[in-house]
């Protein structure tokens, strides 16, 4: 915890591209996920940066590679269950891509929530849920894409619109 308030503190007000760094979201094996301000705009998006070289887990140039591939294939992508992707970049020698900023909880969250409701709410979210990740996972399919990374961690359900969940991989 006290390593993510020193990133926090390090990069809070950083420029990355046409972006400000406004806060740590989440960071991850291979990346560090930011809430960024667009400066041309002014619309809060995501940033995902790649995690320094010299950390566990990353290979050099493999890492940046992999890291790009991972941008251009997101960004031929365009569905209502899967995250947009908009920009991309290096920073400090590091890739970085912005993407939508969302609101909402993983899917470990969402089934501890949805433990709690009754039955008869429960059962048809849980459906709407399970049939917008497989939309979403057929059409990256569709495309010839893996995601290669579907757990409950890596699914979102976004706060509810008029009482229906949105999901995003």
């Known amino acids: ?3 993510d308030l020193a990133v926090i503190d390090r990069y809070a007000g950083e420029r990355i591209g046409d972006y400000e760094v406004e806060g740590l979201i989440a960071r991850g094996g ?4 930011f809430a960024v301000r667009d400066l041309r705009n002014g619309q809060p998006l995501a940033l995902k940066l790649l995690l320094p070289r010299d950390r566990p887990g990353q290979s050099g140039e493999d890492g940046h590679g992999r890291f790009r591939r991972e941008f251009r294939s997101l960004s031929r992508l365009q569905h209502p ?5 908009f920009d991309s970049g290096m920073y400090l020698g590091r890739p970085w891509y912005s993407m939508e900023r969302i609101h909402g909880y993983d899917l470990r969250a ?3 929530q949805l433990a709690e409701l009754p039955t008869t709410e429960k059962y048809p979210r849980i459906e709407s849920i399970l049939l917008q990740v497989a939309r979403a996972l057929a059409y990256v399919h569709d495309r010839g894409l893996v995601h290669r990374d579907v757990t409950p961690a890596n699914v979102m359900v976004l706060d509810d619109v008029e009482g229906e969940p949105t999901v995003k991989l």
């Open 1 to 3: 915890a006290d390593e």
């Open 30 to 33: 291979m990346a560090s996920v």
């Open 81 to 85: 269950n899967v995250l947009r992707v």
């Open 110 to 112: 969402a089934a501890d």
